[in-house]
């Protein structure tokens, strides 16, 4: 019989257990998922389990959280969830489906059950409303969730790069020759200004000027996400050699940062920064996202997820769009129904992260 276990912290779920319902998901495991309960100040976690006999069949990364995630929504309705919170099922770090099974194939089969323990968790959180977010149409459990009378909200596309080269040179070699030229120009530009783009030792840096360009670039970008101000500090004590970080300097001033987050030969840019009034933030950002590239290379890496980036750059690199998807439905039926008419308006792939 399956029994069903909710959990508030993944510190009470055995290591071993929940990284062999994961194996070989990328950024899904134990620590990561500690690593994010420390850093993630946007949601309190909720972890659903089902177990048959004491085996662990199936799970679900949920939080409960008090603001929304799309730009549009939070500057007009951020009041709502303020009261009245929503239960969001996906994996924080990495942007991905928050539903797992031990064995892929029996996925129609504990599905109900796990959607039944996550509307439990909705009930008992008093939530307006819970979504499935970031998921592929390749994911087993689309499908099923499709048939649910579900709202489908398209989320904004991300990007990915395979990483088939043995060296920075090859790389370039495989790219157009505009997106080449384009490559060649910026490092001249940045050169002629003395902006130098390179690794950093994290300890080495300031916390408050990393700080203060995240916060400006998720500003400029409209994302209604907080950081605490010991965030990278905190960041890179949790993380480790899990982590490297890349920064853009001009006269030993920082103009740029972004974040390198390793899993075996997996690789996932997170927490960008930027000065947003530096004429050159463009070509600063472009010049860190190669920088990002050549030091997966040299890792021998396998994927490098890049994130929300501009069309025009994401042509430049030669990286691939990923479509993903949430899955969200009203717990009260009237305002079901009439969440589908809002966000018939409000959802769309430059509102939704």
Request: net charge negative; aromatic share 10%; proline share 5%.
């Amino acid at each position: 019989m399956m029994s069903v276990e909710i959990f508030e912290t993944i510190t009470l779920i055995n290591p071993d257990q929940w990284n062999g319902l994961t194996e070989g998901q990328p950024f899904a495991t134990w620590q990561w998922l500690q690593a994010d309960e420390a850093l993630s100040g946007d949601g309190q976690a909720r972890y659903v389990l089902l177990t048959n006999h004491g085996d662990l069949q199936a799970g679900a990364v949920c939080s409960v959280q008090s603001r929304f995630h799309s730009r549009l929504l939070q500057a007009s309705f951020g009041w709502l969830p303020r009261h009245f919170p929503y239960v969001r099922c996906d994996m924080p770090f990495f942007l991905n489906s928050g539903l797992f099974f031990a064995d892929p194939t029996q996925c129609n089969r504990l599905l109900p059950e796990l959607l039944a323990a996550v509307k439990t968790v909705a009930t008992q959180e008093r939530a307006l409303f819970y979504s499935f977010d970031h998921l592929l149409v390749v994911d087993p459990a689309w499908p099923f969730l499709q048939r649910q009378n579900l709202h489908c909200i398209q989320h904004i596309s991300e990007a990915y790069l395979e990483i088939c080269w043995a060296s920075q040179a090859a790389y370039l070699d495989s790219l157009s020759d505009p997106s080449r030229e384009e490559y060649l120009h910026i490092q001249e530009l940045l050169k002629q200004q003395s902006i130098l783009i390179e690794t950093a030792v994290p300890t080495a840096e300031d916390p408050t000027a990393l700080h203060r360009l995240i916060c400006e670039f998720a500003l400029q970008n409209k994302k209604p996400h907080q950081f605490p101000r010991d965030f990278f500090s905190t960041a890179f004590t949790l993380l480790g050699l899990s982590s490297k970080l890349i920064v853009a300097r001009q006269n030993h001033h920082l103009l740029g940062c972004l974040v390198l987050l390793q899993d075996a030969r997996q690789w996932l840019i997170r927490w960008p920064g930027l000065a947003t009034e530096h004429a050159l933030r463009a070509e600063v950002y472009s010049a860190m996202l190669a920088a990002s590239i050549q030091q997966v290379i040299l890792a021998k890496g396998q994927r490098l997820y890049l994130g929300v980036i501009d069309p025009h750059a994401l042509q430049n690199l030669g990286a691939t769009f990923e479509k993903r998807f949430g899955l969200t439905a009203v717990r009260n039926r009237p305002l079901h129904w009439l969440a589908g008419k809002l966000l018939k308006f409000t959802a769309n792939p430059d509102a939704v992260h």
